[in-house]
């Protein structure tokens, strides 16, 4: 694969002459929509031929929800190791609260594919929100979170799970050994059904990052009890945050980093993020709300637009600005080229593999590239 930024006076017809390759492998590779308008700064990925083969197996996690349309789903999963079904809940006394949505044709087309289907756990309240007095109620109560555990493994089994995934957010800071024992007693029932547990991690830079979302983590005793990590490396751009690259790669690079002095690289996946954010301006802290974009809407926006795509060099994110009925905004959002640095990242630091949140909007260039690059470690 060849990655060609898109020049003024540049058409697909001029760059397949220029590389010698049919035009319409440009256009399926990188979702182009007719009339095929490239944007000044668009980085294409181009099936260049090459010698060259992927020679590392990695493992591919994507995180959907069961209103995931079908034909997105199965042209996803033949680079995926495992997909993780968001989410099941749970009550304080331990049962188990399933999807709203039927997630058994996720579940069937996920090993048809021969992928390995995970339950997602996560401590949703009535609103939707993460409940950290749900979390305490729970862990902190021998009773309810043995049956919690023995309630997972009769799900796992009957519906042909083949591990579970804990995404806990907002853990309090005193109950931090608490979680850890939590995950560790899951992975060992999981285990005993032959599956693995994996824990998220909020993207933590030291042992005492200040703020909710850190405190409860603790990533040496969290690496002991999962039997992998996923490090949660994105949203320093967000819905609520100033206009900024969703996961900077000078920043992803300081919590593995930090991640590699606490937990062993065999067990860490790398969170990349399939998605941007558009802002309106001026931005106004507490005021100014994000709208979350596709990375093939984010090109489609600059094209209606005018707009002229530029790339982050320290960061490593493009991104871009446009006018639209009067209102200026500011869009970043990740491309072939940012995603390239981050499995960089991976193969740099010889990690086990890699998460994406999320993959309910195809983003084809992404996965032509990663299975350029490594080999997919399907169960």
């Not at 060259?52 to 197996?57: A, E, H, I, T, V």
């Not at 995950?183 to 999981?190: F, K, L």
């Not at 005021?287 to 005018?306: F, L, M």
Request: proline content about 6%.
């Amino acid at each position: 694969m060849t990655i060609h930024i898109v020049a003024s006076g540049d058409t697909v017809n001029s760059i397949a002459a220029a590389y010698q390759i049919p035009a319409d492998t440009i256009i399926y590779n990188n979702q182009l929509i007719y009339p095929y308008i490239l944007v000044v700064g668009q980085a294409l990925l181009l099936s260049t031929p090459s010698e060259l083969q992927p020679y590392r197996f990695v493992v591919t996690n994507g995180y959907a929800y069961p209103f995931i349309n079908n034909w997105v789903l199965t042209q996803t999963l033949p680079y995926l190791s495992r997909l993780s079904v968001f989410s099941y809940g749970f009550s304080t006394e331990g049962e188990i609260i399933p999807p709203t949505l039927d997630d058994s044709f996720m579940i069937q087309a996920t090993l048809e594919y021969s992928s390995a289907p995970f339950l997602t756990l996560t401590p949703f309240d009535a609103s939707g929100r993460f409940n950290n007095n749900l979390i305490s109620a729970v862990i902190n109560n021998p009773s309810v979170k043995n049956t919690l555990i023995d309630n997972l493994v009769i799900t796992v089994s009957e519906k042909g799970f083949q591990g579970v995934d804990i995404d806990f957010e907002y853990i309090l800071a005193e109950d931090r050994i608490a979680f850890a024992d939590f995950v560790r007693d899951v992975r060992i029932a999981i285990n005993q059904l032959g599956y693995p547990v994996t824990v998220a991690l909020a993207p933590k830079t030291s042992d005492n990052q200040p703020g909710l979302l850190y405190e409860g983590k603790d990533y040496a005793l969290l690496g002991e009890a999962a039997d992998e990590v996923l490090l949660m490396t994105y949203e320093w751009g967000y819905t609520y945050s100033e206009p900024m690259a969703v996961a900077p790669i000078n920043n992803v690079r300081r919590v593995v980093e930090y991640a590699l002095t606490r937990i062993p690289h065999e067990k860490i996946n790398l969170g990349i993020p399939n998605y941007g954010y558009d802002w309106p301006l001026p931005y106004e802290k507490g005021v100014t709300r994000a709208t979350t974009i596709g990375n093939i809407e984010a090109i489609t926006i600059a094209a209606n637009n005018g707009a002229e795509i530029q790339f982050d060099e320290t960061a490593m994110s493009p991104f871009f600005t446009y006018t639209n009925n009067e209102i200026a905004h500011e869009v970043w959002f990740e491309d072939v080229r940012s995603m390239q640095t981050k499995f960089n990242l991976v193969e740099e630091y010889d990690l086990h593999g890699m998460g994406y949140w999320q993959i309910m909007r195809l983003f084809r260039a992404n996965w032509l590239l990663l299975a350029d690059r490594f080999l997919i470690d399907k169960p």
